[in-house]
């Protein structure tokens, strides 16, 4: 069984550019989360997709958005790229109201985003 | 959201218990004490979490305080690959938004 995976593993972009990262949820998860990590800081939250809908947001501008896709993928998109958006980029996946959400939520390996 | 607060480092030596430690004083009475860990160059993973009672799974063990301002990792039998670091969360649901604060970095010894 295949867990989070996340593509691409790693990214150098330049300021003002835009980057789509891709993630694909353990089978038979319904729920994306995405979150974003500086070095040496915890990962703080993004957003999260159920149904195709950004259900819940954290604090963070528009030029971060994203889609959910029928087969329960996703996609995090950040336009006008920033110095500061260098990052590693988190996915997880979860289940929502089965015996499975008692283990919480599963995390991809990341990408390495670097802004230049 | 309600803050944690977790000692930045800690050391163990290797198959020796460990016990990492949470302060939670803003806990709400619907807040599930949730832990992950994060091994180097990997993404956080699911340790266990609680409610009131004490939990133990095949990972670890959540002993949580009676007024529930406090709460405890424990490691029976720490291990080289158990070098990660710790975050312990506060949240309504397992599923849904973790706030991830600074976490404690666990170093075991040899």
């Given at each position: 069984d295949a867990g989070v995976t996340q593509s691409p593993t790693h990214l150098i972009k330049t300021r003002g550019q835009q980057v789509t990262l891709r993630c694909s949820p353990?089978?038979?998860?319904?729920?994306?989360?995405?979150?974003?990590?500086?070095?040496?800081?915890?990962p703080q939250f993004i957003f999260q997709y159920y149904e195709?809908?950004?259900?819940?947001?954290?604090?963070?501008?528009?030029?971060?958005?994203?889609?959910?896709f029928p087969n329960y993928s996703s996609e995090l998109n950040v336009n006008a790229l920033l110095l500061g958006d260098s990052a590693l980029y988190l996915c997880a996946s979860s289940l929502v109201g089965t015996a499975d959400d008692l283990r919480g939520q599963f995390f991809g390996p990341g990408t390495r985003l670097t802004v230049l | 959201?309600?803050?944690?607060?977790?000692?930045?480092?800690?050391?163990?030596?290797e198959e020796e218990p460990v016990h990492l430690p949470c302060n939670h004083s803003t806990i709400s009475g619907t807040d599930y004490i949730h832990w992950y860990r994060q091994l180097p160059s990997q993404g956080p993973e699911y340790v266990i979490h609680g409610l009131t009672s004490n939990v133990n799974n095949r990972m670890a063990s959540l002993a949580?305080?009676?007024?529930?301002?406090?709460?405890t990792l424990i490691l029976h039998r720490a291990t080289l690959r158990d070098a990660a670091v710790y975050y312990c969360i506060l949240g309504s649901s397992n599923t849904g938004k973790l706030i991830f604060g600074q976490g404690t970095t666990l170093q075991v010894k040899p």
């Open positions: 353990k089978s038979g998860h319904d729920t994306v989360s995405w979150y974003q990590q500086a070095l040496g800081q915890g195709e809908e950004e259900r819940q947001r954290g604090n963070f501008p528009d030029r971060f958005s994203g889609h959910q | 959201d309600a803050k944690t607060t977790q000692p930045n480092s800690m050391e163990s030596n949580i305080a009676e007024d529930r301002k406090s709460s």
